[in-house]
């Protein structure tokens, strides 16, 4: 384990690094002790190196910080271990319900904070802070760290905030686990959950998932689908222009949800439309663009989507509507989460609460920020688990979420994913968990991590692949490095490896999953170059059919690889950023989805809806365990270079098709391949589905493409 240089261990025992002395004269009756008003005296001692490890007589006192005082040298000592015993845990693990609880006749609160001395709750008129205004103000009570009050009146309507006592200062905070807020998420409102639900909400139910691997996920975002003038919808921007049917741009093409619709993918992946900072977007003038990676209210729909952000009710209902909508389309929906940070820690609501427990410390105590974006959480602290857990089951069953994909999982630790997948395989329907696997520099042991080189401990949870991404394309960090379907050579081995989803398939081909759906195929997401601006970057030099054509292949194959298929949205006309890679704060008109490109890039579209439809029509590109795809997967041998080509034999996954062919040409000149002579079907318009018969043992295989042929 990694343990801080300074720690509490247990209720009794210390440890810490005495630096600038020599060890041998340590002297323990200069070891003095603070914490609070608390008599501590020594029981035993011991040293190991540079390390001093103490018992106490007494226990410490967790309401106060811990310091040891050596000669003239003052060291802080860290709970984090202490939070992880099971000694504390015995003592303080809270396993109810936590928030604002409201009935007609009376609002109960409860919040948890073993450190705070006291706890107050503020009961605010207004949502909006920037309203002066004298709340009234109750007392809580605490149990073992449990602060609840009961308020016997009716708040419906009012708003609130925690004051909490705790290591010599007063915060004010917004309760983690408020389910309403007002305007910028700066108060917890009062409302009844009952009231929160659009008509016809019970009736919604979301599309059948038989497997995993089914999945075709579209990733967009809420304000991007339907900002650009053109879009034809009235609620730009907006929750509840996603619920606007039959919209089509002034060339009489389908836009907003209904050009997802039309494309046929199976789930839409929601960027962050939990509550983000108002300082990255103002809701009362949401001018200022932001993706959202920074959480604000874990468990509330973001205001600044919703059409009044001052109404607690309205984000909440428009947020359902519009997952009514997109339900009754056929469509999953999945959100994207970012439970592994928070900026600026030491202004948020989870460390105003409980300064410490949230976030991880590395060995020096600083806040640990393997994520780069400030601080990450603890998951490994059991109320931290907790808290992800209650916010992900909150969104799955009020919400009827379909499916959740983690920012930046490899921060969590695995056991946290497998806690979460098996709590979710408790519900009556499949509900999809993945993320990103990478592994990054937080405080965590590596045999810890959710990262992909651990994914045999994490079952059935998904991880971006890239593997699949850079071999198809080049690497993202290097804007000028090509892949296998712009020109690099030597790519075969590695696209073969993709194709079986990268589970471990022969001694040859042995990828790093266990089972196809841990695989998550994509070549582009909302993070770096989008696909059509790297082709410009990398193949400058090439022709604008050519990129096309490459542009494509690369999505062919993302979408007849064993796994799960994820398009990056407006990747199927050719999506740029202009060049942007990271348009995180970028204006609308970076990030729109433009809908003139639609028209542009028609023919682009509709090869992207005959490929999302063979998919969807065959099973064989989608088999659910690693033993069918060994015993129903064979690779054509003595191929030419830089070419790839497969057999799905025997009604794989019980297609209808007896035998699939499939070869991806990525020369820039056509190629002759052998295949086992039979009576082909060839696929020679895939968006128009015509077909052509062949009996033979030689085809011929366009530059840039790929080719499909089934008996
Ligand atoms: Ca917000």
Known sequence: ????????????????????????????????????????????????????????????????????????????????????????NDKYYFSGELGAFYGKDSTTFKLWSPAAKSVKVLIFKNGDAAIQETPSILNMEENNGLWSVKVLNNLKGYFYTYKIEVYNIVNEAVDPYAKFVGVNGLRGAIEDLEESSPEGWTEDSSPLLKNYTDAIIYEISVRDMTTHPDSAVNYKGKFLGLTEDDTKSSKDLYSGISHIKELGVTHVQLMPVFDFSYISTDEKDPVKYNWGYDPQNYNVPEGSYSTNPYNPLCRVLEFKEMIKHIHSLGVGVIMDVVYNHMFNPLENNLEKVFPGYYFRLDVKCNFSNGTGCGSDTASEHPMMRKFILDSVLYFANTYHIDGFRFDLMGVHDFETMNIIRYELDKLPRKILVYGEGWDLNTSLPHELKAVQSNAWKMPHIGFFNDTIRDTIRGSVFNNKDSGFISGKSDQEHTIKKCVTGLIKYSNELSGIYDTPDQSINYICAHDNNTLWDKLELSNSYDSYDDRKSMHMLGNAIVLTCQGISFLHGGVDFCRTKKGIENSYNHPDHINWMDWDRKSEFYDVFQYFKGLINLRREHPAFRMDNSQEIRDHLVFLDNMPQNTVGFILKDNANGDIWRNIIVVYNANKYPVIVNIPYSDYSRITDLSKGYTQVIATDKIECAKLSMTVLYN
């Open 1 to 88: 384990m990694i343990i801080s240089d300074n720690s509490v261990l247990t209720f009794k025992i210390i440890r810490f690094l005495l630096i600038g002395y020599n060890i041998n004269e340590f002297d323990i009756k200069q070891l003095m002790f603070n914490n609070g008003t608390a008599i501590t005296s020594i029981k035993s001692f011991t040293t190991e190196g540079d390390y001093i490890t103490v018992t106490l007589n007494n226990s410490i006192d967790i309401k106060e910080e811990f310091f040891v005082i050596y000669k003239q040298n003052i060291i802080k000592l860290n709970y984090s271990e202490l939070y992880k015993s099971k000694e504390f």
